[in-house]
C-alpha cells in the first residue's frame, strides 16, 4: 500500500537488526511505519511514517485520506454538538498538515498549530517543550486570543504517541489558563507503554476532565538497555562528514577523495570528489510559478485557519493546481511536491489537487513530502527508512539562529520534477543561495518549479500592510477619461486634465538632465503631425496591419497557454494601452473571451504605481495579471517592473504578480513573452495622444499625486478631431481572420523554441553609449518606437539606421528632417534604428531655431 517495504524488504529491518528496535503490534503497524536512525543524543531511533508527507515521498491522497479519515473518527465520537465547538491543534512541525487534515474530516471547525517561529507583535497565548525532539521549545501564536479560551473540546494531534510527555505539556499549560471538561489526542500510532497509559489516566482524573485518545495504529517499541550507546555507535560508523561548501563567489577547493563509501552510504550524496568520479548531475532549470493564493488566506495553521478560510482555499485550489500542472515540463511523470519544516499542508492540499488534474489523471505520479530541522541519517538500503538526505542552510532566519535542514528520499527518488512550496518568509537570498535548497534539488531533479505562498500576518500586528487606508476609486473610463469605449479599457490613473503641464521640449531637456526635474513630473508639448506626416502614418498601417494581427495573436496564445486561462490584461500607459486593447480583441474573436483590461502608470526611477497594485490585488487574483506593453527598447522598463513588485510584495505583503511583460516586439531579447522579436514600426509609436485614446503620458509629482493616489494623466479632448485610436485598432482587428493561420504556426514555433531572455539590446546599447561618448544608457533609445519617441518628445542628436532600412524609417527620416538631426547609417547595427539623445543638452547648445547642432 505504501513505502514501508522497499523490494520485499521492510524498511525497518536494517536497524532491527542492528540497534535491536522491536516493533510489537499488528502488521498494520509495519504497514504504517519503518525505522532510521536519529542524530540526537535523546533518542536513537526514529519512527518514519510513510502515510505521514513528511520524510518519505508519499501519494497525496494517500496521506491527506489518514488525516480526514482521523478527523471523522473524532467527530462520531463527539457527537455532532460537541464537534461543532472543538478546536484542533496540531503539533509543529511534523504534524502541521496531519492536525489540519484531522480537523477537515472533524468539520466546520478553528484550525491552530504550534510553532517554533516567533512572529514579532504577535504575544504568544501558551508554549509547552517536547523533551524528545531535536528543538522543543512550541509556541501558540493564534490571532484570536479567545481562540484556546472556549470550553468545548480541544483535540490535540501528533503524528505519534510515544510516552504522552507532550501532550501532557500541553495540556498542563493550556488547563491552567482555560479549563475545559473534554480533551481528544488523535495519532497515527499510539506507541505508549503500559506505564504511560496509566500516566495519562491519571493526570486525566488529577484535571478532573475526560482525556480520549484516538489512532490509527497501536503497539509498543521494544528497545535494548544500550540502545542510546548503539545508536551513536551506529551513527559514527555510518555518517560521514558534509562537504566542504566555498562561499559563494569562490570555486570549492581542491581536496582528497575520501576513502570509498560503505555500500550503505547514499550514493545520491556523493560530490564530484567522491570515488569513481561520481559527481552530480548538472544544475537543472529553476522557475517561478504564480499560484494565485487568495488573499487574506493564511498559509496554515500558524495564527489560527478558520472554516471561512478553508472554504475560500476549496475554491482556489483547482485554479492554483492548473497553473502548476501547465508550468510542469512536458512529459513529466513523477513530480513531487516539496513542503518546508512547519508549511505541510499547503503543499499537501496543492499536491493532492494536482493528482487530480488530466495529466496526473493520465500517468504522472504525484509525491508530497517536506523538509525538516530534524537530522536523520541516511542509508541506502532498501531496508532503511531513509535512503538519501539532502542538507542545506536554513532560510527562513530561524529565531535559534542557522542550521541545517534536510530533504529526505529525494534525491534517487526518479522525479523528473520537484515544485518546491515555502511561505514568502522563507523565500530569501539564502534559499536561491549556491547551495541553498533550490540549488541541492536543482543537482538532482531535472526540473525545479519554486511556488511562494505569502505569509500570513495578523491583523493586529502593526506594519504598512495592516494600516487603514482610504478606499482608491473605480478606473477611469471613455468616454469621460479617453476616446476608447469604456469596456476596452479601465484607467487606474487620476484626471489631471485641467492642470497645465506641459512645458517646450529642450526646457524639459535641460532640467531633467541637470537634475532639477524628474521626466514624470511635467508634459511634452503634443505633437500636431503635418498632413505629410499623417499620410505617412496610415501608409505605415495599411502596410504593416498584417504583420502586428499575427503578432497580436501570437503573443495573446502565449498568454492564454502560458500564463493564465483568463488573464487580467494591465498595459502599461499608455503605449502599451493599444496592445492591451488589440490583445482583449484577439481573446474575444478567436476564444470567445471577455477578459478585463486595465492601464496603469510606470515610471523609470520611481516603478509601477503601487496604488494600482493595491486596487488589482483587491479586485482580481495577482496571478492572473499580465502586464502588457508595446515593446522592449533596451528593458529598462522591465527591470523596473521585476523590482518595483518585489518591493511591492515586501512592503505589502501581497504576492503573486508576475512581472514578466507581453509585448508585441521584442527587438532588445528582454523577455519571454512576445509576438516577435524582429523590430519593425508599430504605427501607434508614429504618434502620442491621438492614437492612444487621447490620453497623455503619466504624471507623478508630489503637489498632485498624494500617498493615496493613482498617478496621473490628461486627457486631451480638444484633439478629437486628428484621432485616430479606434482607426489604428479597427485596421488591424480586420486583419485577425486573415492571419488565424500563420498564428497557429508562429505560436507552436514560439512553445517549443528556446525563449529565454538574453538581454542582447542592453549589451548593443552599452556599447553604443560608449562609442559614441554619452556615457549614459538612459541617452540611447534602441529600436523604431523608442527613436520615434526621441523625436516626438526629447532633443534628438543623431538618429542610427541600420544601412539598408527600408519603409519602416520613412516616418522616421521624415521627422529626423523636419527637427534638423542627422541620421547616419551604420552596418550590423541590431536595431533597424538607434536614437541618441543630445547628450550634453542646454538650450544654448540648440542654436536660436532649437534645431539640434553636431557636438
Not at 485614446?693 to 493615496?708: E, H, Y
Amino acid at each position: 500500500m505504501n513505502n514501508a517495504v522497499n523490494d520485499g524488504v521492510w524498511s525497518g529491518t536494517w536497524v532491527a537488526e542492528r540497534l535491536g528496535v522491536e516493533l510489537v503490534g499488528g502488521d498494520e503497524l509495519t504497514d504504517l511505519l519503518g525505522l532510521a536512525l536519529r542524530r540526537n543524543p535523546k533518542r536513537a531511533h526514529l519512527l518514519v511514517s510513510h502515510v505521514l508527507g513528511k520524510h518519505v515521498p508519499q501519494s497525496p491522497s494517500l496521506v491527506y485520506g489518514h488525516g480526514v479519515a482521523l478527523g471523522r473518527r473524532v467527530r462520531d465520537l463527539l457527537g455532532e454538538r460537541d464537534a461543532g465547538a472543538a478546536v484542533v491543534l496540531g503539533y509543529a512541525e511534523t504534524a502541521t498538515g496531519l492536525g489540519h487534515s484531522v480537523a477537515d474530516g472533524l468539520g466546520k471547525v478553528t484550525y491552530l498549530h504550534s510553532t517554533r517561529r516567533p512572529v514579532p507583535g504577535v504575544a504568544p497565548a501558551g508554549g509547552f517543550e517536547e523533551s524528545h525532539s531535536h528543538a522543543t521549545s512550541h509556541l501558540l501564536l493564534p490571532e484570536d486570543p479567545a481562540l484556546l479560551a472556549g470550553g468545548g473540546p480541544l483535540v490535540l494531534v501528533d503524528d505519534e504517541f510515544s510516552t504522552g510527555s507532550t501532550v501532557l505539556n500541553t495540556i498542563r499549560d493550556l488547563h491552567a489558563r482555560h479549563p475545559r471538561r473534554r480533551y481528544v489526542v488523535v495519532a497515527l500510532v499510539d506507541m505508549r507503554s503500559a506505564a504511560d497509559t496509566a500516566r495519562l489516566d491519571d493526570f486525566a482524573r488529577e484535571i478532573g476532565a475526560r482525556v480520549d485518545l484516538i489512532a490509527t495504529a497501536s503497539g509498543t517499541v521494544r528497545l535494548p538497555p544500550d540502545v542510546l550507546e548503539r545508536g551513536r555507535a551506529l551513527v559514527a560508523r555510518h555518517e560521514r562528514p558534509a562537504p566542504d561548501r566555498p562561499a559563494p563567489d569562490r570555486p570549492a577547493p581542491d581536496r582528497p577523495a575520501p576513502d570509498r563509501p560503505a555500500p550503505d552510504r547514499p550514493a545520491s550524496e556523493r560530490t564530484a570528489s567522491d570515488p569513481e568520479g561520481a559527481a552530480p548531475p548538472a544544475p537543472g532549470r529553476i522557475i517561478r510559478v504564480g499560484l494565485g493564493w487568495p488573499r487574506g488566506v493564511p498559509d496554515g495553521g500558524r495564527h489560527g485557519f478558520t472554516p471561512e478560510h478553508r472554504e475560500r482555499l476549496e475554491r482556489a485550489l483547482p485554479g492554483m493546481a492548473a497553473r502548476l500542472a501547465a508550468a510542469l515540463p512536458h512529459g513529466a511523470r513523477r513530480v513531487l511536491v516539496l513542503g518546508c519544516e512547519e508549511l505541510m499542508y499547503a503543499p499537501l492540499r496543492l499536491a493532492r489537487e494536482l493528482e487530480r488534474t488530466p495529466a496526473a489523471r493520465s500517468g504522472t505520479e504525484v509525491r508530497t513530502s517536506t523538509t525538516t530541522r530534524s537530522p536523520v541519517l541516511a542509508v541506502d538500503d532498501p531496508g532503511y527508512a531513509v535512503r538519501s538526505r539532502l542538507v542545506f542552510p536554513a532560510h527562513d532566519d530561524p529565531a535559534d539562529g542557522p542550521g541545517e535542514r534536510y530533504a529526505y528520499n529525494v534525491a534517487g527518488g526518479g522525479f523528473d520534477a520537484v515544485v518546491a512550496v515555502v511561505d514568502s518568509t522563507a523565500d530569501t537570498p539564502a534559499l536561491h543561495a549556491p547551495h541553498g535548497l533550490l540549488a541541492e534539488l536543482a543537482a538532482h531533479v531535472p526540473h525545479v518549479l519554486l511556488a511562494v505562498v505569502p505569509s500570513y500576518v495578523p491583523s493586529y500586528v502593526p506594519g504598512p500592510a495592516q494600516e487603514s487606508r482610504p478606499m482608491l476609486p473605480e478606473p477611469l473610463r471613455g468616454p469621460a477619461f479617453s476616446s476608447y469605449p469604456p469596456e476596452e479599457v479601465g484607467w487606474l490613473l487620476q484626471d489631471l486634465s485641467e492642470v497645465t503641464l506641459e512645458a517646450p521640449t529642450e526646457e524639459r531637456e535641460e532640467a531633467i538632465q541637470r537634475g532639477g526635474a524628474h521626466y514624470a513630473e511635467s508634459l511634452p508639448v503634443e505633437y500636431q503631425p503635418s498632413a505629410q506626416y499623417q499620410e505617412l502614418f496610415h501608409a505605415a498601417l495599411d502596410a504593416s496591419a498584417a504583420r502586428l494581427a499575427q503578432a497580436v495573436g501570437a503573443v495573446t496564445e502565449l498568454v492564454l497557454a502560458e500564463r493564465s486561462p483568463r488573464p487580467v490584461l494591465v498595459s502599461l500607459a499608455r503605449a502599451g494601452t493599444p496592445v492591451g486593447v488589440l490583445m482583449r480583441r484577439w481573446a474575444a474573436h478567436r476564444h470567445g473571451l471577455d477578459l478585463p483590461h486595465y492601464a496603469v502608470s510606470i515610471v523609470r526611477g520611481r516603478g509601477i504605481d503601487a496604488n494600482a497594485l493595491r486596487w488589482l490585488a483587491a479586485h482580481h487574483d495577482p496571478a492572473d495579471v499580465v502586464f502588457v506593453d508595446g515593446w522592449t527598447g533596451k528593458g529598462a522598463i522591465t527591470r523596473e517592473l521585476a523590482r518595483a513588485v518585489e518591493e511591492f510584495e515586501q512592503r505589502e505583503g501581497v504576492t503573486g504578480f508576475d512581472p514578466e511583460i507581453a509585448v508585441l516586439a521584442d527587438p532588445g531579447a528582454c523577455v519571454r513573452t512576445y509576438g516577435t522579436r524582429d523590430d519593425f514600426l508599430i504605427p501607434s509609436a508614429c504618434l502620442n495622444s491621438t492614437v492612444s485614446g487621447l490620453i497623455s503620458r503619466t504624471v507623478l509629482r508630489a503637489d498632485l499625486v498624494g500617498p493615496d493616489d493613482f498617478h496621473g494623466a490628461k486627457f486631451y479632448r480638444e484633439l478629437a478631431g486628428a484621432d485616430v485610436s479606434g482607426a489604428f485598432l479597427d485596421a488591424v482587428t480586420a486583419r485577425f481572420p486573415e492571419v488565424a493561420d500563420t498564428v497557429d504556426v508562429a505560436v507552436k514555433e514560439l512553445l517549443a523554441g528556446d525563449r529565454t531572455p538574453t538581454w542582447e539590446g542592453w549589451a548593443a546599447v552599452e556599447r553604443i553609449s560608449e562609442e559614441y561618448g554619452i556615457h549614459d544608457v538612459n541617452l540611447v533609445k534602441p529600436g523604431v518606437g523608442e527613436t520615434t519617441r526621441v523625436l516626438l518628445r526629447r532633443v534628438p542628436w543623431k538618429i542610427l539606421a541600420r544601412a539598408g532600412a527600408g519603409a519602416d524609417l520613412d516616418h522616421v527620416r521624415l521627422l529626423a528632417e523636419q527637427r534638423g538631426v542627422p541620421v547616419e547609417e551604420v552596418d550590423a547595427l541590431p536595431y533597424t534604428c538607434v536614437g541618441l539623445i543630445h547628450p550634453r543638452y542646454t538650450r544654448g547648445a540648440t542654436g536660436a531655431d532649437g534645431r539640434a547642432v553636431n557636438l
